[in-house]
DNA sequence: AGACCATACCTCGATCCCGAGGTATAACAA
DNA sequence: TTGTTATACCTCGGGATCGAGGTATGGTCT
């Protein structure tokens, strides 16, 4: 996730490890703030990996800065990544956020960026729940615990305006393609 | 969370280790499931840290089973995470949705259940985008970018069905205090 | 009788992540 | 002058997680 969100910030251009964090932070911060421990040794891993480069400068306010630049490689795995998400990124909330954040770096390509909305459409199509009775997914109205119930309407509030952005969407995008 | 989550359950009745994890699959599966090299090692350092015990039976249909029981100690350490939970736990709607799962465990502290549905309040109540103009959170109005946009309004759609279900269930929990 | 699946548990290495701590510089306030 | 804040980067240990793999048993289907 971090990977994504670090080669999709350095897409639009080229940062410092500094202005990446509070990227970041404005991003998922509020949500889930990102350490220190967790960026470096993460831009270091994609430096090893040849997907960004550093170019050290006099800082402008104090230590010196290192830029970070992404490499062709870089672009390429960032557009790969975008094209085809793990099953994970589509699922989970935060990690289909930070797909979402980056999906128009396809800016090319409508038809891919609609593939990827339309695997996160079948995922909530599917009929699911938290509560089981048996393998009958239970609706919010028969569950009794009102915190159990809370969960079940905020997600079908969530699900309900998501599916409604999604199809208007990719109207645009089948539209554009 | 796994920690949280086993707890949860084994405070409704004893279970043994594969009956957990289909638990754990059908409340958070759909979004992120569980790996047995996750699950097992969870339930070790939670015997070992003495907050549940295991007794071994012939297995109904296969191998023996390990059936695992909270301790008084477990109990406790349940009910006090969920009067006290981190703040990662308040902000992060997976793990906020497990605190919701297992909160109806205070049963008879309808205060401190309220506590715990204030932080959330108060959580939501604070001004945040995932983009910001300068130091001002936007709106989705103010996003042309679709994919960004389609971010916003989702996370929009979800405040405000969220907030409308704390206030009525804040309400109910004040009059039962 | 053999194949196959569901049940039931476990280990190990690789990876990732966090928090605590450390090292500087420069601006600004007390 | 001293303290504080913001900038800017880094390391290290501990812990959690995942995926791949392994070991069984018992029931069902062919």
Redesign the pocket.
């Given at each position: 996730?971090?990977?994504l969100a670090i080669l999709g910030f350095l897409h639009d251009r080229p940062l410092?490890?500094?202005?990446?964090?509070?990227h970041l932070a404005a991003l998922t911060g509020h949500v889930?703030?990102?350490?220190?421990?967790?960026?470096?040794?993460?831009?270091?891993?994609l430096e090893a990996d040849g997907l960004l480069v550093?170019a050290t400068e006099p800082?402008?306010?104090?230590?010196?800065?290192?830029?970070?630049r992404l490499t062709g490689a870089g672009r390429a795995a960032l557009l790969e990544r975008l094209r085809t998400p793990e099953d994970?990124d589509v699922s989970d909330e935060n990690r289909w956020f930070t797909v979402l954040a980056f999906l128009r770096h396809l800016d090319g390509e409508p038809a891919a960026q609609a593939a990827v909305l339309r695997r996160r459409l079948a995922f909530l199509g599917e009929p699911a729940s938290f509560f089981y009775d048996g393998s009958r997914p239970m609706g919010a109205e028969e569950v009794a615990d009102p915190f159990r119930r809370g969960m079940l309407l905020i997600a079908r509030a969530t699900t309900t305006a998501e599916l409604d952005w999604l199809r208007t969407t990719l109207a645009e995008l089948d539209r554009a393609a």
């Open positions: 996730m971090l990977k410092h490890g500094y202005e990446l964090r509070r889930r703030p990102i350490s220190d421990g967790t960026l470096y040794p993460a831009i270091k891993r550093r800082g402008a306010a104090a230590a010196p800065r290192h830029t970070l994970l």
